[in-house]
């Protein structure tokens, strides 16, 4: 019975402990470079990223144009711009069993993103700028 009850409390502990600390933007560099992930946001595909060598990215929402931009740390975020947009997009991505989750900064109601694949295959694009 003290096995079982020891057992379960490290696993209890172990398992928030995974996610309690954003990964810094050396360990989602490493992570993620030359890897295209798809993320879901409430089991819905969200989009694709694929990461490039020299933290740049190319973005696509599910069923639209890619649009290519680059990454950069600040604050202890990882924050994204795009060639449409300027305006940063920050976020903070934790490490879980399952791959990445990613909590949006600047989002009041909490958008949180949550890997559902990753391939080393390039981002397929729709639109006039098919393939990168």
Partial sequence: MHRIWAAALTLAL???ALAAEPMSAEEFEAYSTGKTLSY??????YGAEQYLPGRRV??????????HGQWYEQAGQICFVYEHDATPQCWSFYREASGVRAQFEGDPTGT???????TRTPLICAGPDVGV
């Fill in 112 to 118: 949180e993103l949550s890997e559902v694949s990753q």
């Fill in 14 to 16: 172990a398992a928030p």
């Fill in 40 to 45: 879901a946001v409430g089991g819905e595909i």
């Fill in 58 to 67: 190319v973005w696509a929402f599910r069923g639209q144009e890619c649009t």
